[in-house]
């Protein structure tokens, strides 16, 4: 699953001097929740791949580094509790703008995150035959851009934010997630399993707990 990375301009342009000595701004990286589609306040782990150097967190959010010679680099980003890993490869400072160098990664939430109330959310739990969670594997709604993968625990969350991406219909009174005319249905992968298929009922604004016998 790759990260979702865009080349933007530092909406906060940073100037650090230090002792009369002005230090060259190299690389930006911007962090942004996929939920919010906001910048995130966390602090998180941000480094380059191969290089012993601790960016600069600045009030805007971004994390800076200095002086680094013109090459490519392999951006990691650690999400802690509320964000999956991410790692984003091949930078090339030379395609960014020398006044702007700013990277923006968009980071997907794990299962821990704290979603608004109201969200339309599956939660569920992948299990092999022996009842141990399933992890790395790949979770996306079928026709549609909503994946995720499942923690280390076997644990997954999908959310479906943008009500442009589904219908609604109303049964029993109850407002329930439409498809392509259908039922919102998973599409499950992992490299050491077949493809599993999973028809899931999802209430607009409710919780969709499952738990998942894989493969």
């Given at each position: 699953?790759?990260?979702?990375?865009?080349?933007?301009?530092?909406?906060?342009?940073?100037?650090?001097?230090?002792?009369?000595?002005?230090?060259?701004?190299?690389?930006?990286?911007?962090?942004?929740?996929?939920?919010?589609?906001?910048?995130?306040?966390?602090?998180?782990?941000?480094?380059?791949?191969?290089?012993?150097?601790?960016?600069?967190?600045?009030?805007?959010?971004?994390?800076?580094?200095?002086?680094?010679?013109?090459s490519s680099y392999t951006v990691q980003v650690r999400g802690a509790t509320y964000y999956f890993d991410e790692t984003v490869t091949e930078v090339q400072l030379a395609d960014l703008?020398?006044?702007?160098?700013?990277?923006?990664?968009?980071?997907?939430?794990?299962?821990?995150?704290?979603?608004?109330?109201?969200?339309?959310?599956?939660?569920?739990?992948?299990?092999?035959?022996?009842?141990?969670?399933?992890?790395?594997?790949?979770?996306?709604?079928?026709?549609?851009?909503?994946?995720?993968?499942?923690?280390?625990?076997?644990?997954?969350?999908?959310?479906?934010?943008?009500?442009?991406?589904?219908?609604?219909?109303?049964?029993?009174?109850?407002?329930?997630?439409?498809?392509?005319?259908?039922?919102?249905?998973?599409?499950?992968?992992?490299p050491d399993y077949r493809k599993k298929i999973e028809s899931v009922v999802v209430e607009e604004g409710k919780i969709t707990s499952l738990s998942i016998t894989y493969p």
């Amino acid at each position: 699953m790759m990260p979702v990375v865009r080349v933007g301009r530092l909406r906060h342009p940073e100037k650090i001097l230090l002792e009369g000595i002005t230090r060259k701004l190299s690389l930006a990286v911007y962090l942004v929740d996929e939920y919010s589609n906001k910048g995130i306040a966390d602090d998180l782990e941000v480094s380059l791949k191969d290089w012993n150097m601790a960016p600069v967190r600045t009030i805007g959010g971004y994390y800076i580094f200095f002086d680094l010679p013109d090459s490519s680099y392999t951006v990691q980003v650690r999400g802690a509790t509320y964000y999956f890993d991410e790692t984003v490869t091949e930078v090339q400072l030379a395609d960014l703008d020398p006044r702007n160098p700013v990277v923006s990664i968009t980071l997907k939430p794990t299962p821990s995150y704290r979603f608004p109330p109201s969200s339309t959310l599956i939660r569920g739990s992948l299990w092999d035959p022996y009842g141990r969670g399933v992890p790395e594997a790949e979770i996306q709604v079928k026709e549609r851009d909503i994946r995720t993968k499942t923690n280390g625990n076997g644990e997954f969350v999908i959310y479906f934010r943008d009500s442009g991406n589904y219908d609604v219909t109303t049964i029993d009174e109850k407002k329930l997630v439409i498809i392509n005319g259908e039922n919102p249905i998973l599409e499950i992968a992992h490299p050491d399993y077949r493809k599993k298929i999973e028809s899931v009922v999802v209430e607009e604004g409710k919780i969709t707990s499952l738990s998942i016998t894989y493969p």
